[in-house]
T-cell receptor
Framework: DPKIIQKPKYLVAVTGSEKILICEQYLGHNAMYWYRQSAKKPLEFMFSYSYQKLMDNQTASSRFQPQSSKKNHLDLQITALKPDDSATYFC??????????????FGPGTRLTVL | GQQVQQSPASLVLQEGENAELQCNFSTSLNSMQWFYQRPEGSLVSLFYNPSGTKQSGRLTSTTVIKERRSSLHISSSQITDSGTYLCAMNTGGADRLTFGKGTQLIIQP
């Protein structure tokens, strides 16, 4: 059974619209993350949460808003979508702890295409 | 500049040959991970290896912290090993991982 679920697997949106990417983990972790992989770019960190609180934010745009309604959920709301937002978005989780003390596990990703 | 340098960018081998992938870091690191990215895009964690050598089957990871490098050795490569191998490091007090651009490995029959 998959331990980190991301929904949907594929998502097509029009410019200017709003979408929510879903992430649920069943590993019992309290730290969750979002990363993004655009075409021909390395995977890049976006946000980290620990015990449902924002710990680290590398995303300059306020159009990207993480939402943690439960401790094993970290959704990503993206507003005013642009074609440059097209990417695969990965959710990850780990035990909490600063300094990379614990291994991070990644979900299967949501591939977003903005037309 | 690029904090995580992976080499080679691509590697083509015959089935049965050994593969050596390198990862060099421009800053000191707390830990690092190796991932395999399947052709369809999903990520598989291969090793969490802050230091020293770890082995899993045909895969061996060696991280030398003071030299800021890590390697992934694949012995007796198989066609199913084809894909992209990513290394990522963690530095400082945060939990974020910084990824390299990856090595694309192609194993031919």
């Amino acid at each position: 059974d998959p331990k980190i679920i991301q929904k949907p697997k594929y998502l097509v949106a029009v410019t200017g619209s709003e979408k929510i990417l879903i992430c649920e983990q069943y590993l019992g972790h309290n730290a969750m993350y979002w990363y993004r992989q655009s075409a021909k770019k390395p995977l890049e960190f976006m946000f980290s949460y620990s015990y449902q609180k924002l710990m680290d934010n590398q995303t300059a745009s306020s159009r990207f808003q993480p939402q943690s309604s439960k401790k094993n959920h970290l959704d990503l709301q993206i507003t005013a979508l642009k074609p440059d937002d097209s990417a695969t978005y990965f959710c990850a989780s780990s035990r909490p702890g600063l300094g990379g003390r614990y291994e991070q596990y990644f979900g299967p990703g949501t591939r977003l295409t903005v037309l | 500049g690029q904090q995580v340098q992976q080499s080679p960018a691509s590697l083509v081998l015959q089935e049965g040959e050994n593969a050596e992938l390198q990862c060099n870091f421009s800053t000191s690191l707390n830990s690092m991970q190796w991932f395999y990215q399947r052709p369809e895009g999903s990520l598989v964690s291969l090793f969490y290896n802050p230091s020293g050598t770890k082995q899993s089957g045909r895969l061996t990871s060696t991280t030398v912290i003071k030299e800021r490098r890590s390697s992934l050795h694949i012995s007796s490569s198989q066609i199913t090993d084809s894909g992209t191998y990513l290394c990522a490091m963690n530095t400082g007090g945060a939990d974020r991982l910084t990824f390299g651009k990856g090595t694309q490995l192609i194993i031919q029959p």
